[in-house]
T-cell receptor, first 110, second 112 residues
């Protein structure tokens, strides 16, 4: 079953913060985050392994709560270049397939 | 030098035809994938190969047949195309399933 992301869409002004959530009905081994700009391929952002770690990539960071089977992506001081659709991808084991979430469309405006 | 390249970028064809999409990666990865992204933007895995061996075969019609001649190439052949096959098909590769995936630019398939 596909992980559910919330919100489905969000519009921000440049400089504002956003949180995107990813929730799974299955126990997770790891969570991946990708960003896809309109008309382009998805691009890898980061991987979080079970253990509740938090990772950062410039002003984009993420956390993984394996007990709650959830991950959150934090975008701080958003820039126009952050616009796109964000997907989480979940793995239930080391050899399982990556199942992508429902996606969150983020638009950053001036 | 493109890491994962797919051809063609656009494919417009009629219902009932047979078509192929080619994918090549020069990253030295062991695992390659085919994904389908529909009009609602859902990304769904279709197939995965590891060192030329099929390891994931999702519930996909038999009309779709992947072929991996070597670990750097993964092609997708589609027989008897139907209207519902219209989508963007992405090829991707990674070292292992729990490693970052690198995507090709996608093939936009439109069935008339």
């Amino acid at each position: 079953q596909q992980p559910v992301q919330s919100p489905q869409a969000v519009i921000l002004r440049e400089g504002e913060d956003a949180v995107i959530n990813c929730s799974s009905s299955k126990a997770l081994y790891s969570v991946h985050w990708y960003r896809q700009k309109h008309g382009e391929a998805p691009v890898f952002l980061m991987i979080l392994l079970k253990g509740g770690e938090q990772k950062g990539h410039e002003k984009i960071s993420a956390s993984f709560n394996e007990k709650k089977q959830q991950s959150s992506l934090y975008l701080t001081a958003s820039q126009l270049s952050y616009s796109g659709t964000y997907f989480c991808g979940t793995l239930t084991g080391t050899a399982s397939k990556l199942t992508f979430g429902t996606g969150t469309r983020l638009q950053v405006t001036l | 030098d493109t890491a994962v390249s797919q051809t063609p970028k656009y494919l417009v064809t009629q219902m009932g035809n047979d078509k192929s999409i080619k994918c090549e990666q020069n990253l030295g990865h062991d695992t390659m994938y085919w994904y389908k992204q529909d009009s609602k933007k859902f990304l769904k895995i279709m197939f995965s190969y590891n060192n030329k061996e099929l390891i994931i075969n999702e519930t996909v019609p038999n009309r779709f047949s992947p072929k991996s001649p070597d670990k750097a190439h993964l092609n997708l052949h589609i027989n008897s195309l139907e209207l519902g096959d219209s989508a963007v098909y992405f090829c991707a590769s990674s070292h292992r399933s729990n490693q970052p995936q690198h995507f090709g630019d996608g093939t936009r398939l439109s069935i008339l």
